[in-house]
């Protein structure tokens, strides 16, 4: 089945850190990808996204300089390394993928081709 899939969630206490991975292995011509986060109750939103052969991110204002995402173009994986999480970081957390043109808004998920299952974080206070 075409679709990325993530791995590495987990539980932590707040200030610790974790490191999503999305293989993204089975999909042709990416050339964006994205993580995403879904809160109990809310709505999915943005959090980190990269242009895969420029290399330029874009994060949200609620993890810029706690997160960072990150290519490795041979093994097609994306990753998510989150530090100094929080409370409010707690959701699963969902890899998308564009096959295409590179789009014209970070986090239009409307935008985005491929979705993963997701994976759950779990941020303890």
């Known amino acids: 089945q075409v679709r990325p899939v993530e791995s590495g969630g987990g539980s932590v206490q707040a200030g610790g850190s974790l490191r999503l991975s999305c293989d993204g292995s089975t999909m042709t011509y990416i050339t964006r990808m994205a993580w995403f986060r879904q809160a109990l109750g809310n709505k999915r939103e943005g959090a980190a996204a990269m242009v895969l052969d420029r290399g330029e991110t874009y994060y949200d204002d609620s993890v810029q300089g706690r997160f960072t995402i990150s290519y490795d173009k041979a093994k097609k994986t994306l990753y998510l390394q989150m530090n100094d999480l929080k409370p409010e970081d707690a959701g699963v957390y969902y890899c998308?993928?564009?096959?295409?043109?590179?789009?014209?808004?970070?986090?239009?998920?409307?935008?985005?081709?491929?979705w993963g299952q997701g994976t759950q974080v779990t941020v303890s206070s």
């Open positions: 998308a993928a564009r096959r295409g043109p590179y789009g014209t808004t970070w986090f239009d998920d409307q935008q985005y081709s491929y």
